[in-house]
């Protein structure tokens, strides 16, 4: 599986801004698709994914609110629209997919992702 993600850049606070992630070279059926970001010294954290087929979608709490992601199952792609952007937010981002799970569920933490795509810097400024 190949992740393409896109979007980003430099953004004022309170401004918005969207990524997106095409995956492809797929061929299973029940997995989880989402965003974590790095900010420089810290860990990567997980933010937001969708997983399908039961197409449920979990926010982390610090971005809940503000970030919504959604997902074109059929195009193999997720969307995380980001809104009240705040310098807290700026970090490397980055799309990961599990690689196919038994039970379809959300998973957070980075090590449960087996994909992930080439990271797209956010940077927020004050």
């Known amino acids: 599986v190949q992740l393409q993600a896109s979007g980003g850049g430099l953004v004022q606070a309170g401004g918005s801004l969207r990524l997106s992630c095409a995956a492809s070279?797929?061929?299973?059926?029940?997995?989880?698709m989402g965003w974590f970001r790095q900010a420089p010294g810290k860990e990567r954290e997980f933010v937001a994914a969708i997983t399908w087929p039961r197409d449920t979608i979990f926010h982390a709490e610090s971005v809940r609110g503000r970030f919504t992601l959604s997902g074109d199952k059929a195009k193999d792609t997720v969307y995380l629209q980001m809104n009240s952007l705040s310098p807290e937010d700026t970090a490397v981002y980055y799309c990961?997919?599990?690689?196919?799970?038994?039970?379809?569920?959300?998973?957070?933490?980075?090590?449960?992702?087996?994909?992930w795509g080439q990271g797209t810097q956010v940077t927020v400024s004050s």
């Open positions: 990961a997919s599990t690689g196919p799970k038994y039970y379809s569920r959300i998973y957070l933490r980075p090590d449960e992702y087996a994909y």
């Open positions: 070279g797929r061929t299973f059926r029940t997995y989880s």
